[in-house]
């Protein structure tokens, strides 16, 4: 099968040598050639020719045989964000969308851009994983990222179009030194080549064998966290075992694990120093931008900021066996199951979802009273930030389900029930 590409055009100088090299070797390949191509141009909305930039590049396509989408993106600027930043990221997002499963997302990063790139990182005080920079093939969204130019020289990329006499789209905002990266590209790489001329490809190297050091990091953090836990907290005893270094590796590989974004050294030595000291009754926290670490019962538990609840929802369960409950909250679903708790006969034929709001009961057992939802939560040891992302399953005024962690008895099966079910909670 013939492998999809996916070529991240902006009509620059090395986007456009990597769009007629891959339309060349395309063509070359006949009916066999060994990928097909397609071609995307990120409209930012940034400069007064834009416009006119994206219809050229239209047209370059057009000749190449080459298919063509643009796409408009608008930036929104947070406080404390660049406009650098903000652009890169708009790019990627839309970049991603694009993307179809198993296609490869091919961009003209070549060596000398792999060195700005260290010498961005270095001077954000970045990690093994920031220094290691941009890696030449990687996972990205449903498919995957390829950098084919890495290792090439920028100036051979300057050669070629001189002899080939392509023309090409220099954005002028590249000589704008309020941004990070052109200040490194025009002030201080061209001062390190000058004494240093193998300067790029020596920090290429360099960044290949933080590369591997990153991976045996990631292989040592998996395993420490499988020896540590079975589930997605960690024991307070079992952390304290390792040493300094492992425990902050450790940290940082379950927190990545869980989608969130990683805290700053200051957070990270927080968390090690703080959370294992705490009194054994205490409930401590240390939270930052997008994610926050708890100690419960002698375990530590990554947590992403609560998601907004409220309202409810109404759900006709034996039309839609499962149903969304919003970002954040997961899903629900009900599944025939013949050794499930719930008798299907007992459910109404509408369900409706809530969150929680105080004051609520459920009554756990046929023999035994209506208590309280807190307390019994507490008795199962559901931690307490967990406890109001819980979706509640009411019939009419009654709560017969706690997510899949309580039912009520009104809705037990017993030995003599033949429809049965079980809910399932995805968080």
């Known amino acids: 099968m013939r492998r999809r590409l996916l070529l991240a055009y902006s009509g620059g100088l090395d986007s456009t040598v990597l769009l007629h090299l891959?339309?060349?070797?395309?063509?070359?390949?006949?009916?066999?050639?060994?990928?097909?191509?397609?071609?995307?141009?990120?409209?930012?909305?940034?400069?007064?020719?834009?416009?006119?930039?994206?219809?050229?590049?239209?047209?370059?396509?057009?000749?190449?045989?080459?298919?063509?989408?643009?796409?408009?993106?608008?930036?929104h600027l947070g406080r404390g964000v660049s406009l650098e930043a903000a652009a890169r990221d708009a790019r990627y997002a839309a970049l991603g969308e694009l993307l179809q499963r198993d296609e490869v997302l091919v961009t003209a990063h070549h060596e000398d851009d792999q060195f700005e790139t260290l010498l961005l990182q270095l001077m954000r005080g970045a990690g093994l994983a920031g220094l290691a920079a941009m890696p030449e093939f990687a996972r990205f969204g449903r498919g995957w990222h390829a950098r084919p130019l890495l290792t090439v020289d920028r100036r051979a990329l300057e050669e070629w179009v001189r002899v080939s006499a392509v023309d090409w789209v220099e954005d002028p905002s590249n000589r704008d030194l309020r941004f990070d990266r052109n200040f490194i590209r025009q002030e201080i790489a061209p001062r390190l080549r000058a004494r240093w001329p193998a300067a790029p490809t020596v920090a290429t190297r360099s960044a290949r064998h933080l590369a591997d050091a990153c991976e045996l990091l990631a292989a040592l953090g998996a395993a420490d966290l499988a020896e540590s836990t079975t589930d997605d907290s960690i024991p307070i005893d079992a952390l304290a075992a390792l040493t300094a270094a492992r425990q902050r590796n450790l940290v940082r590989h379950w927190i990545a694990g869980r989608g969130l974004p990683l805290p700053d050294e200051r957070h990270l030595a927080r968390i090690l120093a703080e959370l294992p000291a705490a009194r054994v009754d205490a409930m401590p926290e240390v939270r930052w931008p997008g994610g926050a670490v708890r100690r419960y019962r002698g375990r530590l538990y990554c947590v992403a900021p609560l998601p907004a609840t409220g309202g409810e929802k109404v759900w006709a369960w034996r039309r839609c066996a499962q149903i969304d409950l919003g970002p954040g909250l997961g899903r629900l679903s009900l599944m025939p199951d013949a050794s499930g708790p719930i008798a299907l006969a007992r459910l109404p034929e509408r369900l409706t979802l809530r969150w929680r709001a105080g004051g609520e009961r459920i009554q756990p057992r046929a023999s035994g009273p209506r208590r309280a939802l807190k307390d019994l939560l507490r008795e199962a040891a559901v931690a307490p930030w967990q406890r109001s992302r819980l979706p509640l399953i009411f019939a009419a005024a009654r709560l017969v389900a706690v997510a899949d962690v309580l039912t009520d008895a009104s809705v037990l099966a017993n030995s003599r029930t033949r429809a049965r079910g079980r809910i399932v909670w995805q968080p």
Do not use: E, S
Not at 22 to 29: E, V, Y
Not at 40 to 57: E, G, I, K, M, T
């Open 22 to 75: 891959l339309a060349t070797l395309r063509n070359a390949g006949g009916v066999a050639a060994p990928w097909q191509l397609r071609a995307v141009h990120v409209h930012h909305h940034l400069q007064p020719d834009a416009d006119r930039w994206a219809q050229r590049c239209r047209a370059r396509c057009r000749a190449l045989g080459v298919p063509f989408t643009l796409r408009h993106v608008r930036l």
